[in-house]
């Protein structure tokens, strides 16, 4: 059985060979939250502190629990979307925004988080709320920047198109991020794959690398005959250099083999497969193979409020249910330590600190 002492001073050696003598769940939750870790997939719109929303929606509890969270699988990946709305319906003003955005970087800090990349859709926010595009950036990141002069987190913005609103509210998107560019690192394209080919937003994504925004996508994330090939098209048409999900992949080794060979990293989000409907059990979860292919893997929440769940559970879910070594995890670690588009500078100051 290993102590987090001995993980720690493992780790301050570079030496992830911990596999040999580890046991598997020799660890509790608690000692899960206390590793240094980065996130580099997790939605704004879906961690919004649950007390503070039963505050505002003037709910108990256990109400609001019922009513924002997700605890059992539910049909579609359409059907959790629709399920963001119910938080999204008390973004009410840009106090709130302001409010939810310190306390989300107050609770990933809590679990000892230290990177973290945050984005969401202002098309989204804004077609809930009628609330200006730019004023809800300002917010979120008054929000944010407060938060990292108290607690030792480095946060950065990816924002997200979605595919499903019109080609107009997508390239407004896209207008506004490169207005921002200098707090949005990446942008990102979310929502159903199926019906919304990425061909689409070639010219849009072009024009954002060029302006020196990196991309993300969601892909490969729901269960259909296409999602490999979509994960490609992503790579391909996009220019991801990181693919949001991607673990439909494991269905098709010609992929698998391309997105190894150009070390593409995957941000994959177990329980969130599990809840959306795309995978059907945590054990079996494709995170193991995909790491043991070669495949650059990273470990996410995506929606930890939405969900009920922290990175320290996904975590604890890899190696007590998937039966990863810890040293293999660690190894996921430095992966998103590396792939996060955070600049070196400020990714070394807090890691260190
Ligand atoms: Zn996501």
């Known amino acids: 059985m290993f102590s987090i002492s001995e993980i720690y001073s493992s780790r301050a050696k570079s030496d992830f060979s911990l596999s040999q003598n580890e046991t ?10 206390q590793f240094k870790k980065v996130e580099l997939h997790r939605h704004f719109e879906a961690c919004a502190r649950l007390t503070s929303l039963a505050e ?29 709305v119910r ?17 989300a970087c107050e609770d990933a800090a809590l679990e000892n988080i230290r990177i973290l990349e945050l984005r969401y859709a202002p098309s989204f926010i804004g077609a809930v709320q009628k609330l200006d595009f730019q004023k809800i950036h300002d917010a979120i990141l008054k929000g944010v920047q407060k938060a990292e002069k108290d607690f030792p987190i480095a946060v950065g913005f990816i924002g997200i198109i979605v595919r499903s609103q019109s080609m107009l509210e997508a390239e407004k998107s896209l207008d506004f991020f490169l207005h921002n560019k200098d707090s949005f690192l990446a942008i990102d394209l979310a929502d159903q794959e199926v019906g919304f080919d990425c061909r ?24 259909v005959a296409e999602a490999p090939q979509f994960v490609k098209n992503a790579i391909d048409i996009l220019g991801a250099e990181r693919i949001g999900h991607g673990l439909q992949i494991i269905h098709d080794q010609n992929i698998m083999q391309y997105v190894k060979e150009k070390n593409i990293v995957l941000e994959l989000c177990p329980t969130s497969n599990f809840l959306t409907n795309n995978w059907p059990d945590l054990a079996s979860h494709p995170l193991k193979q995909l790491y043991e292919y070669g495949i650059a893997c990273t470990i996410n929440s995506d929606d930890p409020v939405v969900f009920n769940i922290d990175l320290s ?8 249910n998937m039966g990863i070594h810890l040293g293999a995890i660690h190894g996921m670690q430095e992966t998103a330590y590396r792939a996060s588009f955070l600049p070196e500078a400020k990714k070394t100051a807090i890691w260190q600190s």
């Open 87 to 103: 938080t999204v319906e008390y973004f009410r003003s840009y106090e709130v925004l302001e409010r939810i955005a310190y306390e």
């Open 200 to 223: 689409n937003f070639a010219t849009l994504f072009s024009k954002a690398r060029e302006h020196g925004l990196r991309v993300t996508c969601h892909s490969g994330e729901e269960n």
């Open 24 to 33: 598997l769940a020799s660890l509790n939750y608690m000692d899960y939250r």
């Open 313 to 320: 559970h996904e975590w604890k879910i890899a190696h007590e």
């Open 56 to 84: 505002m929606a003037n709910m108990g509890l256990q109400e609001a629990a019922t009513h924002f969270q997700i605890h059992h699988p539910m049909k579609s990946l359409e059907e959790v979307i629709q399920r963001f």
